[in-house]
Every structure is written in C-alpha cells, then in structure tokens.
C-alpha cells in the first residue's frame, strides 16, 4: 500500500498563475484534509472532507478550493497564486474524524515568486 | 476556535536525558490530544495519542499526561537517542465531531551524542 501520496514534491509558480496540488490515498479513508506548514506556525488546516461530495473549510481557506468526487483523491486549487501561499502543504486522511489517527503525506514544497 | 500553545520551540539534551515539551489548549470540549513526529524533508507521524478520559498513557520511552482541569497535556521521552532528534506537534481535536485538528507551533527536539 502506497498510503497517502501527493504530487508534485516541489512546484514553482509565478503570481496569478493557478494550479492544483494532486492527493491520494489507498487507505479507504473517508476524512481527508489539507493542511500548509509555514516556519513557526505549525499545521494550519486549511479544507478538509469527512466523504465523497462533502467539504468544509477550516482555519485558513481563502485563495484555496477543493472538491471530493472519490474516496480516494482530493485535490487543493490554487485559484490565483500569491506569495502568501508560499509553504509546504500536506494532506492527511484519517479512518474516523476528529478522534483519529492522522496519516500524512510527504508534502509538497510550493513557492510563489 | 481551540488555541493550542505548545514549549518550548527549541530543545537541546545530552543522549540519554529526558525530554518533556508541553502543550495547552483552551477548548475545553476537546477529547483527543496526538503528538506527532516529523523528520526532516517528511510528513508528521503520529507517535502517541491520549483521549480525555486516559491521564497517562505510555509506549516504551514515550510517555503522556493529561491535566484536564489545567488543559494542558505533556509528551515525555526518556532515556533520549540521537534518533528522537527531529520536530514535535502536539494537537488537539474533537473526537467524532468533524475532522478538525489544531496544532501547537512545535518543538525542535536535539539529542546531542
């Protein structure tokens, strides 16, 4: 099993261009989430799916969006990149909600110019 | 929203030392307190978790407390290895409601050979 796999690993992007960070998993998880890891803030949720067609915003959604059309695949778009959004962005599934385990993905490193 | 802080942000011991990096949250309905690993270039992983109805848990060299009335909850290594050297996040979330985690900003965690 491949777990929770995100591609790309790095991706470089010029302001206003736009782009979709790819998330898988074989786990058969229902919840999923997208969390960014900025230096000295930990990880922020930013969206995050309890099952196929259903997503909710968490802490720090604006300038993302995402949709859920499988159990397996859940995509984050960046509509019009800023250099805010440089960061590393890892997604997660869990088998159960807020009283789970947590799994992550390697992440990916994005950097906006 | 929760607030979780965490300390220190840096820690520095001698192999073989203890180590104990502690967190506080101020959602007081929270029931699940993760502590999570990350290695550097990787994704957190989990290494130890605790519900709210548990005040200590242990695994192996890991060890946390929960102090429900103080909220705040504490991750303890023991007997430290050059190996435990890497990034803490602890976290708290509401079990079975939702998917939503809150992290503490981490603890860089050093064991000096």
């Known amino acids: 099993n491949a777990g929770v796999t995100q591609t790309p690993k790095f991706q470089v992007l010029k302001t206003g261009q736009s782009m979709t960070l790819q998330c898988a998993q074989d786990?058969?998880?229902?919840?999923m989430s997208w969390y960014r890891q900025d230096p000295g803030m930990g990880l922020r949720l930013i969206h995050y799916?309890?099952?196929?067609?259903?997503?909710d915003q968490g802490e720090v959604p604006n300038g993302y969006n995402v949709s859920r059309s499988t159990t397996e695949d859940f995509p984050l778009r960046l509509l019009s990149a800023a250099p805010s959004q440089t960061s590393v962005y890892f997604c997660?599934?869990?088998?159960?909600?807020?009283?789970?385990?947590?799994?992550f993905g390697p992440g990916t490193r994005l950097t906006v110019t | 929203g929760e607030n979780v802080e965490q300390h220190p942000s840096t820690l520095s011991v001698q192999e073989g030392d203890s180590a104990v990096i502690k967190c506080t949250y101020s959602?007081?309905?929270?029931?699940?307190f993760p502590w999570y690993k990350q290695e550097l270039g990787k994704g957190p992983q989990l290494i130890i978790d605790i519900r709210s109805n548990v005040g200590e848990k242990k695994d192996q060299r890991i060890a946390v407390t929960l102090n429900k009335t103080a909220k705040h909850f504490s991750l303890h290594i023991t007997e430290t290895q050059p190996e435990d050297s890497a990034v803490y996040f602890c976290?708290?979330?509401?079990?079975?409601?939702?998917?939503?985690?809150?992290f503490g900003t981490g603890t860089s965690l050093t064991v000096i050979p």
């Open positions: 799916s309890v099952g196929a067609g259903i997503t």
């Open positions: 976290a708290a979330s509401l079990a079975y409601t939702g998917n939503q985690f809150y």
């Open positions: 959602d007081s309905a929270s029931n699940y």
């Open positions: 997660a599934t869990n088998g159960g909600g807020g009283g789970y385990e947590q799994y």
């Open positions: 786990m058969n998880h229902e919840y």
